[in-house]
């Protein structure tokens, strides 16, 4: 009964590899997110998706590539990873993109680039 | 740029005190919200006050806003040790897409000890 899940929940691989982080949510949302803590714990937005349309698409590398198969999901894909993309990646979700809306998060996936 | 700040960083405090927390932000806002994340979890959200409220009340939390100052305090009381984690604000903005995006600050860590 898990609000937002994310997975994996520990990701850690070489430099230089592409991998995937899925997201899911059951609240029945229109509106998904994707943010990255780093090691500050400084929180920033990345993509919005509404109804699996782009929305928001903040100053990210072209190297991060979201997918929305459906508005229940927002997956993030990641090519050629490098050192710096070690953080934590939050997926949210809210019921739209207006005003006075609150996030739900899920727990985060843990991304360690060696 | 980012847009809350948050004051002080870390916050020690014993059990049954209170705990202030507080929030500076640039630019105009639509609204304010208060989220906790606990170690090594997602973020929850607690409280959202609008930019047109002045204070608002939810069991032990207490937020004001200030939009001449451009600043917001989030006070907790009778703290337990529960409530030991980081606190962020963030603060809903129409950005250049036209679309609202919450833009989060730092956070303050908050240790509550028996």
């Known amino acids: 009964d898990t609000a937002v899940s994310q997975t994996p929940k520990y990701l850690v691989t070489q430099m230089g590899n592409d991998k995937s982080i899925k997201c899911e949510q059951n609240?029945?949302?229109?509106?998904m997110y994707w943010y990255k803590q780093d090691s500050k714990k400084f929180l920033k937005i990345m993509f919005s998706?509404?109804?699996?349309?782009?929305?928001i698409n903040e100053t990210v590398p072209n190297r991060f590539s979201p997918k929305s198969p459906d508005k229940a999901h927002l997956n993030l894909h990641i090519n050629s990873l490098e050192l710096g993309d070690s953080a934590v990646y939050f997926c949210?979700?809210?019921?739209?993109?207006?005003?006075?809306?609150?996030?739900?998060f899920g727990p985060g996936t843990r991304l360690l680039v060696l | 740029s980012q847009q809350g700040e948050e004051d002080p960083q870390a916050l020690s405090i014993q059990e049954g005190e209170n705990a202030t927390m507080n929030c500076s932000y640039k630019?105009?806002?639509?609204?304010l919200q208060w989220y906790r994340q606990n170690s090594g979890r997602g973020l929850v959200h607690l409280i959202l006050?609008?930019?047109?409220?002045r204070e608002k009340h939810s069991g032990r939390l207490r937020v004001t806003l200030d939009t001449s100052k451009k600043s917001s305090s989030l006070l907790i009381t009778a703290s337990r040790a529960a409530d030991t984690a980081s606190y962020f604000c963030a603060t809903d903005a129409t950005g250049n897409s036209g679309y609202s995006t919450l833009t989060f600050g730092k956070g303050t860590m908050l240790l509550v000890s028996p």
């Open positions: 630019t105009s806002i639509n609204n």
């Open positions: 609240l029945g949302h229109d509106t």
């Open positions: 949210a979700s809210s019921p739209g993109h207006g005003r006075k809306e609150t996030q739900y």
């Open positions: 006050i609008r930019s047109n409220e």
């Open positions: 998706y509404n109804n699996k349309e782009l929305i």
